[in-house]
Each structure stands twice: as structure tokens, then as C-alpha cells.
């Protein structure tokens, strides 16, 4: 199709039906890699599965820091006891130290 007054030939006809399928091959090539529904809708169940996960491990953290916590308590509990105990002890002892001694 050189010139606008002469009709197109076949090959004419053919080079553009060729250009197009070639157009359509393409177009055709970029649809086939984009994601689709089921694709979103396999990452959107498979980003739930890890949260859960992740949502389960910290929640056993927690508990894991709870009881830590609670061992220390218990612990300094117990200290504070005898640290009082020792309180009282000393004071008896130097009340009675204190004391007349009998010979």
C-alpha cells in the first residue's frame, strides 16, 4: 500500500493480519502472567495461615514471659520472707543479749 490510490493487494491484507495477530500474541502473552482471582484470593489464605502462626507464637511468648515473671515474684517473695525472719531473729537475739546473764 505505497500509494493511497491504488487498492490494497493481498499481501498487503496479509502483512497487516499478520502485524495484528502478532499484536494479539502478545496481549495475549502479558494477560497469561497476571495474577488472577484464585491467585490474590491463594495469597490472601496463605498470608491468614502465617498471622495465625505468627499470632500463636507470639501469644506463647507471652505466656512464657508471664510465668517467668510469676517465678520471679515468687522468688523475691520468698527472699523478703527470710530477708523479715532475719529482722526478727536479730532483734530477739540482741534483746537477749541484752539481758542480765545469770552466772
Known amino acids: 500500500m505505497d500509494n493511497k490510490n491504488n487498492p490494497a ?3 498487503d491484507v496479509q502483512d497487516i493480519l499478520e502485524a495484528v495477530n502478532q499484536g494479539f500474541n ?3 502473552k502479558i494477560i497469561a502472567t497476571m495474577a488472577t482471582k484464585e491467585d490474590f484470593e491463594e495469597s490472601k ?3 491468614l495461615e502465617s498471622n495465625e502462626k505468627i499470632a500463636k507464637k507470639i501469644d506463647d511468648m507471652r505466656q512464657e514471659q508471664v510465668a517467668h515473671q510469676g ?3 515468687r ?4 527472699l523478703l520472707d527470710h530477708g523479715n525472719k532475719m529482722q526478727n531473729h536479730k532483734k ?6 541484752l539481758l542480765p546473764q545469770e552466772a
Open 9 to 11: 493487494t493481498k499481501q
Open 26 to 28: 502478545e496481549q495475549a
Open 45 to 47: 489464605k496463605e498470608i
Open 71 to 73: 517465678g520471679h515474684k
Open 75 to 78: 522468688v523475691n517473695d520468698t
Open 92 to 97: 530477739r537475739i540482741t534483746k537477749l543479749e
